[in-house]
């Protein structure tokens, strides 16, 4: 199953139920689109994505994350109600606010959830950003530092569209994607709006059975130094 559109589907986290509400997520969850962001340790995938969101949003669009954590790592404080909960045992906190709330879950001795079942988990959005992920289901943009040392991945086996570096890739696998720039964030928003909206329309045009999980790299958007997208008035 393509992740690109993102599934209405029974999400799988531990003890987890589907509310009514939580099912009014999943059909208003059809639209909403995927994307990638890929690279090592140091390249500046948060870095990046940090510039895109608030481009992304003056677009009009509405924009959420998923980031993958490859270590242990806690969003409360020791000494804190949560925080004492949790330690004592508690296998879910909720901290609610006027302003924001959060859910802890702790995984015990449970496997990690897949990416699809945290994209289930997720309020519909226009566009969801994953950040950290290797899955080839969805089409990602790799971010390529030339201090960090690293090659670039192979393009067509990690399903990316394109390669955001502050210096020009000479790659050594077959199919290089288009290249952008790192320092141009408007430059690489240009990009995500095009590439979604062709995405888009191949798949409307194509019948249901011939539609592809992404575009090719040969059809993905050349170049992102054309004019700037349109204000976002949904994927047309």
Known sequence: MSLFAAPARRARFPGAERSSTQRDHDSNRQGM?????AGHSGAGKTTLIEQLIPRLRRKGLRVSVVKHAHHAF??????????????AGASEVMLVSS???ALVHELHDEEEPSL??????????????????????????????SAVGRP???????????????T?????????????????????????????????????????????????????????????????DGWR
């Open 33 to 37: 689109k995927i994307l990638g962001f």
């Open 99 to 101: 302003i924001r709330w």
């Open 152 to 166: 670039s991945f192979p393009a067509k086996a990690m399903n990316i569209v394109a390669i955001a570096s502050d």
């Open 168 to 232: 020009r890739q000479e790659s050594e696998h077959a199919g290089v994607p288009p290249q952008l720039d790192l320092n141009d964030p408007d430059a690489i928003v240009t990009f995500i709006l095009d590439y979604l909206r062709m995405q888009q329309r191949e798949s409307v045009e194509r019948p249901p059975d011939m539609v592809r999980n992404s575009l090719t790299l040969a059809d993905a958007p050349e170049s992102a130094g054309c004019t700037g997208a349109a204000p976002f």
């Open 74 to 87: 806690d969003l409360d404080k020791p000494g804190k109600d949560s925080f004492r909960h949790r330690a």
């Open 116 to 145: 699809e079942d945290q994209i289930a988990r997720m309020s519909p959005c226009d566009l969801l950003l994953v950040e950290g992920f290797k899955s080839p289901s969805i089409p990602k943009i790799e971010i390529h530092r």
